[in-house]
């Protein structure tokens, strides 16, 4: 069973940057990747970003590509982040860290996005973001 932390978030103004982390544990010896994913109100739960388990891929929603980078800690290795720079007023939702199944395929382009590649999930953040 992998457990799943996340921290950071809270509310800040257009323009503001947040960080927020996220660390896995519970699989001792294997470094998971990892994705981010929120959701507004009345709306689904969509993707945001995702980072490889090396480190070597990354994958970002449109919506965020440019802005909100998402990067692993180098000591702690099941420990990510995602930087989140340029808030805008859309960018408002709970904010969500997720991790695939270890035993699980590799992230790819064509999954990265799905919701139903990640088994294990964060409690979720609230981030608002006002003018």
């Known amino acids: 069973q992998v457990q799943v932390v996340e921290s950071g978030g809270g509310s800040v103004q257009a323009g503001d940057s947040l960080r927020r982390s996220c660390a896995a544990s519970?699989?001792?010896?294997?470094?998971?990747?990892m994705g981010w994913f929120r959701q507004a109100p009345g709306k689904e739960r969509a993707f945001v970003a995702a980072?490889?388990?090396?480190?070597?891929?990354?994958?970002y929603a449109d919506s965020v590509k440019g802005r909100f980078p998402t990067s692993r800690d180098n000591a702690a290795k099941n420990t990510v982040y995602l930087q989140m720079n340029s808030l805008k007023l859309e960018d408002t939702a709970v904010y969500y860290c997720a991790v695939p199944h270890p035993d699980g395929p590799a992230l790819t382009p064509s999954i990265v996005g799905s919701l139903h590649v990640y088994d294990y999930w964060g409690q979720g953040t609230q981030v608002t973001v006002s003018s």
């Open positions: 519970g699989r001792p010896g294997s470094i998971l990747s």
């Open positions: 980072i490889s388990w090396d480190g070597a891929n990354t994958y």
